[in-house]
């Protein structure tokens, strides 16, 4: 009788080893290159420009910054095997990602993601509460809160059980909404900026009327900011629509 270790492939296990790796590096790498130009941009090329900006007048702790990036690099792991379970999915036809842009329309890609981040949104404000939770903050959420006034390398600084949590929207979303390549390729780009802005320590978005309307709308440095320094406020990923219904908005 064949036990079921002897009837594992190890070949396969190992070329699937290889490449949650390297998906890891490629995710981790792609946010330290992303995250390093826009602080190198902001604070050091163009700091006298941005410097009326800048959220906080502390410099970070390079203690902070090693953990930030220490847990950074665990969240690129557990979002490369996130993407390659999300590819299986896609062999197996379990997903409604398709690739024939006229199976639906052209028009039908940017609404798809926008009902993507909408949906993304709602699922992180209801999930970012419930880790708010006293009995579950300090199992989940208390890692990221850890840097009370965040930088660049705070934007993928979560503990793995939140990683875990936030990267199972995925999965989930491709298998309910159908979403072409363009649109995927769109959403992860859109995920990755914006969890920069939002940790940057520095206010892009415009100022003036049209950036008090534009920011009443789209969660910026400055309202995420208040999450971290205020706590129990600004819970929404990309949208303040659920912080003013559910008045949660400082």
Same mark, same amino acid.
């Given at each position: 009788?064949?036990?079921?270790?002897?009837?594992?492939?190890?070949?396969?296990?190992?070329?699937?080893?290889?490449?949650?790796?390297?998906?890891?590096?490629?995710?981790?790498?792609?946010?330290?290159?992303?995250?390093?130009?826009?602080?190198?941009?902001?604070?050091?090329?163009?700091?006298?420009?941005?410097?009326?900006?800048?959220?906080?007048?502390?410099?970070?702790?390079?203690?902070?910054?090693?953990?930030? +990036?220490?847990?950074?690099? /665990? %969240?690129?792991?557990? &979002?490369?095997? =996130?993407?390659?379970?999300? !590819? #299986?999915?896609?062999?197996?036809?379990?997903?409604?990602?398709?690739?024939?842009?006229?199976?639906?329309? +052209?028009?039908?890609?940017? /609404? %798809?993601?926008?009902? &993507?981040?909408? =949906?993304?949104?709602?699922? !992180? #404000?209801?999930?970012?509460?419930?880790?708010?939770?006293?009995?579950?903050?300090?199992?989940?959420?208390?890692?990221?809160?850890?840097? /009370?006034?965040?930088?660049?390398?705070?934007? =993928?600084?979560?503990?793995?059980?939140?990683?875990?949590?936030?990267?199972?929207?995925?999965?989930?979303?491709?298998?309910?909404?159908?979403?072409?390549?363009?649109?995927? /390729?769109?959403?992860?780009?859109?995920?990755?900026?914006?969890?920069?802005?939002?940790?940057?320590?520095?206010?892009?978005?415009?100022?003036?009327?049209?950036?008090?309307?534009?920011?009443?709308?789209?969660?910026?440095?400055?309202?995420?900011?208040?999450?971290?320094?205020?706590?129990?406020?600004?819970?929404?990923?990309?949208?303040?629509?659920?912080?003013?219904?559910?008045?949660?908005?400082?």
């Amino acid at each position: 009788m064949i036990s079921p270790i002897e009837e594992l492939d190890f070949s396969n296990v190992f070329a699937l080893t290889i490449t949650i790796l390297l998906l890891a590096i490629i995710v981790f790498l792609r946010y330290l290159i992303f995250s390093g130009a826009y602080h190198f941009f902001f604070f050091k090329l163009f700091k006298n420009t941005f410097q009326n900006r800048f959220l906080s007048k502390k410099k970070q702790k390079q203690k902070q910054l090693f953990k930030e +990036i220490y847990w950074s690099a /665990i %969240s690129g792991l557990i &979002f490369g095997i =996130f993407m390659i379970f999300c !590819y #299986y999915l896609f062999t197996i036809n379990a997903t409604l990602i398709y690739e024939d842009v006229s199976k639906y329309s +052209i028009w039908y890609i940017p /609404i %798809s993601i926008f009902l &993507f981040l909408f =949906f993304q949104d709602t699922y !992180y #404000y209801w999930a970012h509460r419930w880790m708010h939770n006293p009995k579950v903050y300090k199992h989940l959420h208390l890692v990221h809160h850890k840097s /009370i006034h965040t930088s660049v390398w705070t934007s =993928f600084s979560f503990h793995p059980l939140e990683t875990i949590l936030q990267a199972l929207f995925l999965p989930l979303i491709i298998c309910i909404l159908p979403l072409h390549f363009y649109a995927i /390729i769109a959403v992860l780009g859109i995920m990755t900026i914006s969890a920069t802005i939002n940790h940057a320590g520095v206010e892009v978005y415009p100022s003036g009327k049209f950036g008090k309307w534009f920011q009443s709308i789209f969660i910026g440095a400055t309202h995420h900011d208040k999450h971290h320094t205020k706590f129990n406020y600004n819970y929404g990923l990309y949208f303040t629509f659920w912080d003013r219904l559910m008045k949660t908005e400082f």
